[in-house]
């Protein structure tokens, strides 16, 4: 599990996205990014996030700020999910876990008594240099985005 904490270089990746393709962190270069890490497409609070984040992509690019999010779900899913809900945010599929757990984010949780691996709820802001800024940790979504909005607006 990666101990990453503020000023921490952000680890790399390269990974299928939505639509076909790849996405890298080096795509990102010289630019703000917003990488927000969530469990699963279409279910209840992803959704939110997701909308959320869609619903300022004009914020968020006006200001230069890229958006990112990534799930262990397929590009097939991803995919879906993007149509069924008329999102614009792009989105990474990371089936192999290797960047989850590079970020820290691939954890162990309990529902209902019962313990399970899984993606804890998590963004991180990434300065234009590859260094961490901000990380949100266990998200709560209502408010989410809007708070991700404001503190990458002030970043310089």
Same mark, same amino acid.
């Given at each position: 599990m ?8 952000? !680890?790399?990746?390269?990974l !299928? ?15 703000p ?5 969530? !469990? ?10 997701s909308?959320?984040?869609t619903?300022?992509? !004009?914020e ?19 995919d879906?999910f993007?149509?069924k ?10 089936e192999e ?5 590079a ?43 809007e708070?991700?909005?404001?503190a990458?607006q002030n970043?310089?």
């Amino acid at each position: 599990m990666a101990d990453l904490g503020i000023g921490s270089t952000a !680890p790399d990746f390269d990974l !299928p996205r939505d639509g076909g393709g790849r996405v890298k962190l080096v795509d990102f270069s010289g630019k703000p990014l917003v990488l927000f890490f969530y !469990p699963k497409d279409d279910t209840s609070g992803c959704t939110a996030e997701s909308i959320a984040f869609t619903a300022l992509a !004009p914020e968020f690019e006006k200001a230069g700020i890229a958006v990112l999010g990534m799930s262990p779900d397929s590009v097939k899913c991803h995919d879906r999910f993007i149509k069924k809900h008329s999102l614009s945010v792009v989105l990474a599929s990371d089936e192999e876990r290797t960047t989850l757990e590079a970020y820290g984010v691939w954890k162990q949780k309990s529902m209902y008594g019962r313990s399970y691996m899984g993606v804890e709820r998590t963004t991180f802001l990434i300065r234009p240099d590859g260094t961490i800024q901000t990380i949100w940790q266990k998200v709560k979504v209502p408010g989410h985005a809007e708070a991700v909005l404001v503190a990458a607006q002030n970043l310089r």
